[in-house]
């Protein structure tokens, strides 16, 4: 068995004559869709896979799906006959034009044999002359493949090879995805080796020496493992002392490194190359002057075979000396190599007659966390999911360290200034705050990736709708973590002249495997999300992100929550920042504007048409008309009452109250991991500091496998409804679940009777009426509610996390983008 090394990111080019076998190759080594066929894509742009005329437009279009696949991370290979340079050419520019590499695996087998294959096709109709001019270019091109380009180049001369041959995909020297740490992950170090010694202390880590007691390892009593950014050498006191404990600890497994510029010049000037001797390097050849042959050598061989970056924790964090932006994470060309190592310039010089550096950071958008040295920063600060680590120790800053996946950063002062920057490290431009936000990030069909509910589709004209609405009305997006789902309604019900009923919500829930649910009181008011700093500040906005007040207003109602929150010691439990799910009371309060032209409108019309047609029809006596016309009256009537127990007079906030019935999150933390008695029980707290404003929400636990705790729950519900009440919703008492059949439901609202007469209309209740409305579908509404619960979640998650606005806004506008779709409102 011969064994063919082919990386498993790369582009594979089958070379051979017709009639040499690379299709059966192909099909026998490598999967259905990772080949692409010139053949193949004569078929499809001309019906005739032996169309020669078509020739150009196949390889247009074989070019076409393999840049797909480069572009989308997936091996490639091309099966062609590949003997011209010029199209081999061709398929190496694609390689490198993505970052991969190009593999060629030579078909060379002999002329006859090629013949003799082709002659029992029916379809290869060419003669001989065209196998002959075929292998004559391909062993003219067999010594110079590896100057075309191509980083591996396998050559298979006889069919026992071919048949003896054994793809081996290996893994690219980037790719440590199987690290998952926990790792120590330090930037800069530029010869500082007292200092290194000081912050692995720091870190817990134990140092060995040798004899001579220097230090030649160091390794943590948890397993963790440190990552050096690079920048090992040059300007400090001691580069030979720290490349020796560095060695030391990747060659025992206790460290992994990538290289920095100053490492990739060193071995320039160490192999014998013409440098210039600057920026520290003249200081750093003399001290390995110091240093024995074979200690120089194996500098010389560790720093020139670290891979550019690396890709660790199965792609959730890269490591690289000047940081790498996500087109290029486990990617490997010369240019991946190049922006790891130096960065991306604009070509300008600052004051300082200094390269002035791309702000790649700021533009990413990357799923990886990147952190990265090379560029000075007084400290450092989270831009996008990226932090440089580089804070400048030899300049007379400190030597810094994070812990992944905690994001602890860890660090220690420099004992003085070792060289003197030509920038001052105080005078070191800041990274942009992390605020910025691009119009691409929301723009066009977008997948959202959830934790809770896998990946969600936004389409393009859903992305449009809610850009108009979010630019136009809404808050600003960094006082916008979080907006709340739509809710289900409970399937509907076939008790006479009921819609909605309880025992639904509790089926359902019953069905999903969940016995113990809370019945919540439902308030007739307007759900409202409140953000609420500890000293000042913060926001109250409705379910489409707009403010419910003017800034004055909203100021005066966060200054009582802030003080309730206060007086409820809820600031030890959230940290600076607490996010709490209400009710806004009165309905009116926001909707007073639907009030007036609508419902009063309706009400008021019909009230005075059908109590004059009930007169005019009295008097002309008993009929089934006038039966209709009162029942229609009395229908107007129960209308008005309806939407008027949701109103009353508000003057400022004078008459305003709010029904916290969910803390979501704090500063740091999300709540949705406890049970909806505990978020009540913090609801009565803050109703307790504040019962001017805070209302609390009533409720009954309810087992649904209990046919009394049922029938208690209906009755409840049945109380509220007579009283007035909207009706009330049912929820996972555990809050967050997860059922067999996926996440369930957070909540399902069973409303009222004579409430859902203000959302279907006075007459709904007729019998007519009713059984049409009884055909209503749910499932849309289901499924809506779902999403945008999901979405909700890994918005908190995210901002919790510290993550970028740009990724919590993402699924904070997906959120309303969903609102978007046609699913019926009354639902």
Known sequence: MTSLAVPQLSLVVLVGASGSGKSTFARRHFGPYEVISSDFCRGLVADDENGQAATTDAFDVLHYIAGKRLAAGRLTVVDATNVQPDARRKLVELARAHDV????????????????????????????????????QLRR????????????????????????????RERLLNDFRHETGPFDVIGDIHGCRAELEALLDRLGYAIARDDAGRPVDAAHPDGRKVVFLGDLVDRGPDSPGVLRLAMGMVAAGHALAVPGNHENKLVRALSGRNVQVTHGLAETLEQLAGESDEFRKQAEVFARDLVSHLVLDGGRLVVAHAGLKEAYHGRASGRVRSFAL???????????????????????????????????VPQPE????????????????????LRYPTKEIVAVPASQVWYTPVRPLESAPPPRADDGLDITDVLGKRIVETRHHGRLTVGEEQAAGALEVMSRFALDPARLPYLPPTMAPCATSSLPDLLEHPLEAFAAYRADGIAEV?????????????????????AVYTRTGRPFFDASRTEQLLD???????????????????????????????ASELLRTQYAAVGAAARAT??????????????????????????????????????????????????????????????????????????DRLAEAAPDLIRTTRRLRVDTTDPESVAAGVAWWEELTAAGGEGMVVKPYANLVHTDRGLAQPGIKVRGREYLRIIYGPDYTEPANLDRLRQRNLGRKRSLALREYALGLEALERAAAG?????????????????????????
Not at 344 to 373: C, I, K, S
Request: net charge negative.
């Open 342 to 376: 130096y960065g991306d310039t604009t070509g300008e010089t600052d004051e300082f007659g200094l390269p002035v550096r791309y702000p790649w950071a700021q533009d990413y958008r990357g799923r990886a966390m990147v952190l990265y040295g090379h560029t000075p």
């Open 382 to 401: 989270w831009v996008n999911n990226t932090m440089c680590l580089d804070t400048g120790c030899v300049f007379g800053g400190s030597l810094t360290a």
């Open 803 to 827: 993550e970028p606005l740009w990724r919590v806004h993402e699924a904070v506008f997906a959120v309303l983008a969903l609102e978007s779709e046609p699913v019926d409102p009354r639902l």
């Open 560 to 590: 009582r929550v802030r003080s309730s929150v206060t007086a409820a010691g809820l600031w030890d439990l959230a940290g600076d920042r607490l996010l709490l799910d209400c009710e806004l009371l009165p309905w009116s309060a926001k």
């Open 141 to 168: 091109s067999l010594r110079g493949l590896a100057r075309e380009g191509f980083r591996k180049t396998h050559i298979l001369a006889s069919p026992e090879e071919v048949d003896a041959a054994q793809i081996v």
């Open 518 to 538: 809370i019945c919540e009181e439902k308030h007739m008011g307007s759900r409202a999300v409140v953000l609420v700093d500890a000293v000042a500040g913060g």
């Open 101 to 136: 590499l190009p593999v060629a695996i030579v078909l060379d087998l002999p002329e006859k044999l090629c013949l003799e294959r082709n002659e029992t096709r029916a379809d290869r109709t060419f003669g001989a002359h065209v196998i002959r001019r075929q292998r004559d």
């Open 610 to 683: 059908l109590s004059a047609a009930v007169q005019v029809l009295a008097a002309a006596g008993p009929s089934p008309l006038l039966e209709r016309t009162r029942a229609r009256a009395a229908n107007a009537e129960a209308f008005t009452e309806a939407y008027r127990r949701y109103c009353w007079p508000t003057d400022g906030l004078d008459g305003v109250r709010l029904a916290p019935f969910q803390l979501l999150a704090g500063t740091s933390v999300t709540f949705h991991d406890r049970d909806h008695g505990w978020h009540l029980a913090i609801a």
